[in-house]
């Protein structure tokens, strides 16, 4: 189901540059070219290559002519923008909150161009809108599985940066163990970058040290250290981002993972109805926009009991049953 994001909802790391002027949405218009500017390399087995998958997708789907730019610097991110609005992009895509500022400065210069950001809470325009993917759903069924199968009673999540959009997917995963294990001991670190492998693996051996035996990373490249780890040690990953069963296919149980081109289908309609701008839109798993990645290989590893009341919570959370909370400031 579609629903608005409540703005009382802050993120004071996405903050963005305040805007004027009117807040009528802008006419509705085909969409024939999109282009997207990435944080990162698309490459990257995670979050990034997700986005591109995405926009593959959505090219092949809705017929698009799409470019992109990856690895985009903040500093780059109005000029970069401003350059594919004034080659008569119709629609322009960011995947990182962090790239509001430069995103409405260039929204302001182009009001017949569409600006979307696909993650992040930030201030919208009638040119702007953000298209919220709820991956603490996805984490609540991760850490919900990791609570079942982990045999010591102790799992552990490695974030990159603490910030609201990942503590936000920590905390679903320590909800979600929570929730069927009430005593689970959960470890969790921030190890401030999204690109350093060693630090990744140094945290994730720390946290087996202390007896964990599943471990989520949220964390990109700094993830694959914790991969790494938990392949050396013989314990289970849950990656991030993309299905990264392919990293350690008899390590990593599962991945959150994200239907970017979902969110790209969704802000193409709302540009074609002319019903784009000024809002914020968060999608779950009832709307296909999220969701966990298959055992593969490691199926036979998880008890029928498990898979069971997996499936069983998973239909809770899109029936409304169960409410998973968005949680953005670091539990103990």
Sequence with gaps: MRKPYPLSWVIVAAAVA?????TEAVAATKVNKAAMLFIGPVNDGGWNTANYEGLMQAKEKLKLDVVFSEAVQLPDVESTVRDFAARGYELLLGNSFAFGDGVNRAA???????????TGIGKTAPNVSSYFPLINEAAFLAGALAGMVSKTGKIGAVGAQEIPTLVFQLEGFKLGAKHVRPDIKIFDIYTGSY???AKGKEAALAQINQGADVILHVA???GR????ACQEKNVYAIGSGADQNRLAPETVLTSLMYNQGRLIEMAVADIEKGTFGNKVIKLGLADNAVRIAPFHGLEGQVPAEAKARLEQIRRDIIAGKIKVAEVTKRTN
């Design 108 to 118: 302001a210069a182009y009001p017949k161009a569409n600006f979307a950001i696909l």
């Design 220 to 222: 990109n490249e700094t």
């Design 195 to 197: 690109s350093d492998v």
């Design 225 to 228: 250290g914790v991969i790494q």
């Design 18 to 22: 305040a805007w004027g002027g009117a």
